[in-house]
């Protein structure tokens, strides 16, 4: 059905590694085999890397499983949680934790997660090793072009560690020690990873990755571009080493050198959303299409983890999870009655009132369930009823306890998908354009400038009246956009609130400090290396 880049799908090295930095991986395979020709060098040292882009494991891939930097940017928010429905979702306290910030440098969850990060980033530093020293084998432009991709490939994973975890070691070469590792601050992971994008996006193909073809799935100048975007838009956090103390750097004494100009902060956000439409990006007529079982033509999606069950092992269990059991027997599969949307969430989306966003019917599974326009019965007869409003973090004393809450719906249902409903056809939006021109429109405003147009040029897609272009608005069209796309945590802590009170959450003691805001650096990488120092009030 599709045809991923031609070498996605070849044998990956077979590697090991331990986490944190305390191993190096080892292949298996015969070397002067696999590197023996510039194809299969492309192969075995550049495609195999977006083998990892995508995952069937818990806490890997950067979307589509659970337990991993998804939940850990949604399930902490204001705009979902995963209540404990009697008997089923306690899990130790995992998700109830989880929702209210309780989580430490203990957490194996946060442990798997850096230790994926960094198997990606180790990967790659093999890489360009294998590139380098294969050099005899490739012309001028295939050495320059081979190693541009695997180093925006790292970049990307160095993005999702510095984001989550603000101090971590910076390791570019494949042969460092474990006793060489050391940590860098924030803000020097952060300049490192514009440095690294800025340098190779002119090598990397002007083209659109979500399509298929030869650049399906891969890192092209217009995700590095995306992601340039979304770096200067956080740069206050991201520049910011002592988030404790309440003081960071304004936006607009920020700067960053972009084509030969300085630019502030938002002046180079805006810039880089402005490349993305010069590069033919736009929004698609219907929002729900992008979301589609066949979205590989989406004229706005920028960067997906192409999903097809009959080629590979990548999985999304978002709608599978969150379903009630009926609901997902009702296609033939299962389902585990889990995540919804919080209180708050469907109140922003004006449900229970006369002016519902046009996009919860899209977003969201509520009220009486129909599949083919017919009723789910429940076993004690009564048709399946979701109730938004009904929601609790503890529904086990609740009548509720299995209906409370409106479930994930974003994506359109795959009615020929395997593993009861996890391997579906419906490639996982990353980067999309509807994104773009919401930071395009958050920077204008935080520059004194007008974002109205990018703002309304969204509510105009979907039939919503036009609404100020002010950061209150602008956040919470965030959420009626982008909801179940795993962005919210990011721009709670951009928008100060992420650390307060919201829905049903309250701050913990000394919270205030913003320590919650970067997770904790896992107990077990401190413990193999003593270099690294834990983040504060951890």
Not at 163 to 184: A, C, H, N, W
Not at 237 to 251: A, L
Not at 329 to 349: H, L, R
Not at 384 to 411: C, E, F, I, W
Request: hydrophobic share 35%; with cysteine.
């Amino acid at each position: 059905m599709k045809t991923i880049i031609k070498y996605i799908l070849a044998a990956p090295l077979m590697l090991c590694f331990s986490s944190c930095l305390d191993e190096h991986p080892k292949d298996q395979l015969d070397q002067e085999a696999i590197y023996n020709n510039a194809d299969n060098i492309y192969k075995n040292a550049v495609a195999s890397l977006y083998n990892y882009i995508g995952s069937n494991q818990e806490s890997e891939g950067l979307q589509g499983t659970c337990r991993g930097i998804y939940d850990y940017n949604t399930l902490t928010t204001d705009e979902a949680m995963n209540p404990i429905r009697g008997g089923d979702w306690y899990d130790g306290g995992l998700w109830e934790n989880m929702y209210q910030h309780k989580w430490n440098a203990n957490d194996i969850n946060l442990y798997n997660v850096w230790k994926y990060l960094f198997k990606v980033i180790v990967l790659s530093n093999q890489s360009l090793s294998i590139i380098d020293s294969h050099q005899s084998l490739l012309s001028a432009e295939q050495t320059r072009d081979f190693t541009a991709e695997v180093r925006a490939v790292r970049a990307l994973f160095y993005y999702y560690a510095m984001d989550m975890f603000g101090r971590v070691p910076i390791v570019t070469s494949y042969d460092v020690k474990l006793e060489q590792v050391t940590q860098s601050e924030r803000s020097e992971v952060f300049k490192f990873i514009v440095d690294e994008l800025q340098d190779v996006a002119p090598q990397l193909a002007d083209e659109h990755s979500n399509k298929e073809g030869d650049y399906y799935g891969r890192v092209t100048r217009p995700v590095a571009n995306f992601l340039l975007a979304k770096l200067a838009l956080n740069a206050e956090i991201y520049t910011d080493d002592n988030w404790t103390d309440g003081k960071r750097q304004d936006g607009k004494s920020i700067y960053f050198n972009v084509n030969g100009e300085k630019k502030n902060a938002w002046e180079t956000c805006i810039w880089y959303c402005e490349q993305l439409r010069q590069e033919g990006y736009e929004l698609e007529s219907d929002y729900a299409s992008n979301f589609a079982v066949h979205n590989e033509n989406s004229k706005e999606n920028i960067f997906t983890i192409p999903l097809d069950k009959n080629l590979y092992l990548n999985e999304y269990h978002y709608l599978f999870r969150s379903r009630h059991y009926k609901h997902g027997g009702a296609y033939g599969g299962s389902s585990e009655n889990g995540t919804c949307a919080t209180v708050s969430t469907v109140k922003a989306f004006g449900y229970g009132t006369d002016n519902v966003d046009n996009r919860f019917k899209i977003n969201f599974y509520a009220d009486t369930v129909l599949v083919d326009g017919k009723k789910i019965y429940l076993d004690n007869g009564k048709p399946l009823v979701y109730m938004p409003l009904d929601l609790k973090l503890n529904l086990s004393d609740s009548p509720y306890k299995q209906t409370a809450g409106a479930r994930v719906g974003k994506y359109e249902v795959d009615r020929t998908a395997y593993s009861d409903g996890r391997q579906v056809d419906n490639d996982i939006v990353l980067f999309r354009y509807g994104d773009a021109l919401l930071m395009e429109a958050e920077a204008k405003v935080r520059n004194g400038e007008d974002g109205s147009i990018e703002l309304n040029a969204i509510r105009d897609r979907v039939g919503m009246p036009h609404v100020e272009a002010n950061l209150d608005n602008i956040l919470k069209e965030r959420l009626l956009e982008l909801v179940w796309e795993g962005w919210r945590r990011q721009d709670l802590i951009r928008f100060g609130k992420y650390t307060k009170a919201y829905d049903q959450r309250t701050p913990l003691e000394k919270e205030s400090t913003g320590f919650t805001t970067v997770f904790p650096i896992p107990q077990r990488c401190l413990d193999l290396n003593k270099k690294l120092k834990q983040n504060p009030s951890y």
